[in-house]
Structure formats: C-alpha cells, structure tokens
C-alpha cells in the first residue's frame, strides 16, 4: 500500500508538475465561502437575478442569506439567522416586519432538513470525509 501511495504521487508530480501533499492549506475564509456555495444549492437552483448563501456559522448559528434584483436594477435582501438553543431553535430576521420567533412545523422541519443535507455534502465535498463517521473518503 505505501508503494501505490508514493507511486500515485510521483505520477501526479510528474503529470501535472505539482505534489499534492505540498498544496498549501485553503484559509479558513475560503473553506466558508465553499461550505456556503454548497449551502446555496441546497435550495434549488439559483435564477439570473439571485444571489444564496446559506452555512453555518458555528455550533449554535446558521445564516441563510438571499439577494434578488429586480427589474429596475434595485437589490432586495433578507438574512435569516438561526440560533440554536436548548428549547428550539430562534429565527431571527433582518426584515422589520417579520417576527424573531422560535419556529416550529414545516419550517422547523426544513430547517433541520436543510442543515442535516448540508452537513452531508460539505463534509463530503469540502473535507472529504464520510458524515457519519467521520473518516477520510477513499
């Protein structure tokens, strides 16, 4: 087995000119901005006029952020911060007119939908690593 390894990445140092053990690290500004394109898709394809984030910000704050252009060119925007606390989980909303409340229902169930797909792809896409277990994909 360490043969193939050492193999593998000679081969690759002489394909592509590059060892891929020596790659630099991605920052940590880049690893959330890929966690948040993964989050976007979660919902669909985005149209034309329309900006998506959706990621986690730590443990207990997820962010789902939505920008669309209208045909006069003016941006209309909501941000949706989720705090996840013992008792529920609090939706708190950068739109004036719409209630900060611990959700429940359909919504919860999309929320936990949501988070639960995308932790699944980003640990799959970003770190390479199986959701449940946690260990290294092949």
């Not at 979660?42 to 900006?51: A, S, T, V, Y």
């Amino acid at each position: 087995m360490k043969d193939k390894t050492h193999f593998i990445k000679s081969v690759s140092k002489k394909l592509f000119k590059t060892d891929s053990s020596k790659r630099p690290k991605p920052t940590a500004k880049e690893l959330k901005t890929r966690e948040s394109e993964i989050g976007a898709r979660i919902f669909g394809p985005l149209k034309p006029n329309e900006r998506r984030e959706f990621f986690n910000d730590n443990e207990r704050s997820w962010f789902f952020h939505q920008e669309l252009t209208d045909q006069t060119g003016k941006v209309h925007s909501v941000t949706l911060h989720y705090e996840v606390h013992p008792k529920g989980v609090l939706r708190i909303s950068s739109q004036p007119h719409v209630k900060n409340e611990f959700i429940s229902g359909q919504e919860l169930e999309n929320f936990l939908s949501a988070t639960d797909v995308y932790y699944e792809r980003v640990m799959n896409q970003v770190y390479n690593r199986d959701h449940i277990t946690g260990k290294k994909l092949q």
